[in-house]
């Protein structure tokens, strides 16, 4: 993805390369210093055009959710795509009753994970 800003060329690949051409010629490669301000106006711009994608895409989700459920259709079929809707029932642990009420096994078959949590705002 190619990015432009105020004279300035971002180029982000997928792979996670970044090289930014400024307005004098001058390259810089990588997420250092100089390019956070970069990245994070083409990060920003990105979001702000997935944001209003992925609302079209609910929108148009949900008219074909709400026709189903009005005609109680589980399967719609067009000329190239195909919608089904159907109710899943899942039955799973209540996690906090188990702490609750039997703190020792729930300690016994808890385990803990670590992640990474990236945060942009």
Do not use: Q, W
């Not at 996670?16 to 994070?40: L, M, Q």
């Not at 009005?70 to 089904?84: C, F, I, K, Y």
């Amino acid at each position: 993805m190619t990015y432009y800003n105020n004279g300035i060329e971002t180029t982000i690949t997928a792979a996670g390369g970044i090289v930014t051409t400024t307005t004098n010629g001058e390259t810089i490669t990588g997420a250092g210093p100089d390019n956070y301000n970069i990245i994070f106006a083409a990060l920003a711009e990105s979001l702000r055009l997935a944001d209003a994608v992925n609302a079209e895409i609910e929108t148009y989700r949900a008219a074909l959710r709400d026709y189903m459920r009005e005609t109680g259709t589980e399967v719609l079929t067009g000329s190239e795509h195909r919608a089904t809707l159907k109710a899943i029932t899942t039955a799973r642990i209540d996690g906090a009753a188990l702490k609750r009420e039997l703190p020792e096994i729930a300690a016994r078959y808890t385990k803990s994970t670590t992640a990474e949590r990236f945060n942009f705002t």
